[in-house]
């Protein structure tokens, strides 16, 4: 069974920075889209950022200009390097990935790691 492993979480003041790494256990055959959601207590989970094979990215706009998502060539691994954090964005991340070629709904998402406790403090 394929495993996704986040990494990175932690406390961070407003203002600073975290990056976010996530691993597959072993390659995933046809894996085409990778993303991050989060949830906060009492909130639905959200996308964050979504990146696909063909090198396609989008993000919600409460984190544009201030998250970037990337991955390495061979897929297997994506990142999210989150500068300028705020109170707001803490929450529990969690990465994602799709065999779809683009997927911005969490039901479309197969596979998803056991997420990662981000905390901004103000």
């Known amino acids: 069974q394929v495993q996704l492993v986040e990494s990175g979480g932690g406390l961070v003041q407003a203002g600073g920075s975290m990056r976010l790494a996530c691993a597959a256990s072993?390659?995933?055959?046809?894996?085409?889209?990778l993303g991050w959601y989060r949830q906060a207590p009492g909130k639905e989970r959200e996308l964050v950022a979504v990146m696909t094979s063909g090198g396609s990215t989008t993000y919600a706009d409460s984190v544009k200009g201030r998250f970037v998502i990337s991955g390495d060539s061979g897929f297997n691994m994506v990142s999210l390097q989150m500068t300028s954090l705020k109170a707001e964005d803490t929450a529990v991340y969690y990465c994602?990935?799709?065999?779809?070629?683009?997927?911005?709904?969490?039901?479309?998402?197969?596979?998803w790691g056991q997420g990662t406790q981000v905390t901004v403090s103000s």
């Open positions: 994602a990935a799709a065999s779809k070629p683009w997927a911005s709904l969490a039901a479309e998402y197969e596979y």
């Open positions: 072993r390659t995933i055959a046809s894996i085409n889209t």
